[in-house]
């Protein structure tokens, strides 16, 4: 089992920025795929972003793209989620996820995270 913390979220007016964190330990071959999702009350959860170990594929969801970026850095085990342009519909729980190495390339699928951390909230005000 892989073990993921997540940290960097709080309150921020809208139009700020925040970078969330995500460390993976434990058994960190099931964290070769990382990402973000986040959920708001009263709503499924949604996946917003996903990045490999290589980090040469990323995948971002239209309503963050081009306000957000996932990165990762592989040496320290983290994923992080850069945040700009911040919205109060971005208000959420935002959880970390983590899945072992697929064969299939190409950006992570929803379906390819098995490991979620216990969430960090973000709360944007307007």
């Known amino acids: 089992q892989v073990l993921l913390v997540e940290s960097g979220g709080g309150l921020v007016q809208a139009g700020g920025s925040l970078r969330l964190s995500c460390v993976a330990s434990?058994?960190?071959?099931?964290?070769?795929?990382m990402g973000w999702f986040r959920q708001a009350p009263g709503r499924s959860r949604e996946y917003i972003a996903g990045?490999?170990?290589?980090?040469?594929?990323?995948y971002l969801a239209d309503s963050v793209k081009g306000r957000f970026t996932i990165s990762m850095d592989d040496d320290k085990n983290t994923v992080y989620l850069k945040m700009s342009s911040l919205k109060p519909e971005d208000t959420a729980v935002y959880y970390c996820?983590?899945?072992?190495?697929?064969?299939?390339?190409?950006?992570?699928?929803?379906?390819?995270?098995?490991?979620w951390g216990q969430g960090t909230q973000v709360t944007v005000s307007s």
């Open positions: 996820g983590a899945g072992p190495a697929t064969l299939r390339m190409g950006v992570p699928l929803e379906s390819d995270f098995r490991s």
């Open positions: 434990g058994r960190t071959f099931n964290s070769a795929i």
């Open positions: 990045i490999r170990g290589t980090g040469s594929v990323a």
